[in-house]
């Protein structure tokens, strides 16, 4: 469908837009093809979309993710945690203190914070991170407005009128999550970090629940998760490794910075699921995890490759070291365990 509405664009109008962009950019700006299919997509919104108000939903989406994603720009190789919450904790909570304590040191490791902004588990989070350190992704409400004092008129602050906009915002900037307790939203977010990376339309990032010394909202959650989902079989086992609880903030700060002490990152050229490391895996290593992980194993067997031509090309970490297989793309909770044994190397 889409390659026979390209092949239906009038060479004319294809023209007036390039030279538009070359007017704009002055030929020197970033992804012109795609800035085409956008205008190309925006023009037919005159004859594809009637409704006023569908109209307005794809515009303002389009002007928060744009402004969201050059704001990020400037700070895209600090890694960052994103912190979800109840707005409803109160300083004096143990939640609260817990969740301050936790961002000062993921900010002592060299992170950098993400919250909604507001006050709560959010403000927490800046007040242990500090407002050069932190980031604020704050929703239009018609009760909570304001973003908390911390971040509030800071650069780093942006305002958002929907919800999926400003969700997509904390996944793709996040190498990390931490969930402290709170409700339907907080859960959510939850539910839709678990969602993309177990489907593979997410990054795999460690996703830590946090609670209050002695807590059991999340040991609560958990149960059942395994009562209910698992054991009815509407998950998989290897699911349950997606998240892990922490029993403290130190303990849920090693479970991130372990994460990334040997794995880096991870991305899919044609077939081949390539994975960026500090140290690339010993002979012996390539065998165990051939071995180890055959389940997952589709096409090629571990090896150790270099910097594929595209990752070149767009210059995609082509200085680390990598290994390289074909991945089923189904079993996202054996993959997790893959990179806490590459994580061992």
Known sequence: ??????????????????????????????????????????????????????????????????????????????????????????????????????????????????????????????????????????????????????????????????????????????????????????????????TLMQTGKGRLVPLVLLDRPGGTYWKAWDKNVREHLLRSELISPEDLYLYQIASSAGHAVRIITRFYRNYHSSRFVKDLLVIRLKNAPPPSALRGLNDDFADIISGEKFRVIEATPQEREEDDCPDLARIAFGFDRRQYGRLRQLIDVLNSF
Request: net charge positive; hydrophobic share 40%; no cysteine.
């Open 1 to 194: 469908m889409e390659r026979t509405e390209k092949s239906r664009l009038d060479p004319a109008l294809k023209k007036r837009i390039q030279e538009l962009i070359a007017l704009q950019s002055g030929g020197t700006g970033a992804n012109p093809d795609l800035v085409e299919d956008i205008i190309v997509n925006a023009l037919k919104l005159l004859t594809d979309v009637k409704d006023r108000g569908d109209a307005r939903v794809i515009r303002t989406a389009v002007r928060e993710l744009r402004y969201a994603f050059r704001l990020f720009a400037p700070y895209r190789d600090t890694r960052k945690v994103t912190i979800f919450g109840s707005a409803r904790t109160e300083p004096a909570k143990a939640e609260y203190r817990e969740a301050v304590e936790f961002a000062r040191q993921m900010a002592a490791a060299g992170f950098m914070v993400i919250t909604g902004a507001g006050p709560g588990i959010m403000q927490a989070g800046h007040e242990g991170a500090g407002p050069e350190r932190s980031f604020g992704a704050n929703i239009r409400l018609p009760w909570e407005q304001a973003a908390n004092p911390i971040i509030d008129k800071d650069e780093k602050l942006i305002h958002f009128k929907y919800f999926f906009t400003r969700k997509l915002t904390f996944v793709r900037h996040s190498d990390a999550l931490a969930l402290f307790p709170g409700g339907f939203g907080t859960l959510d977010e939850g539910y839709e970090a678990l």
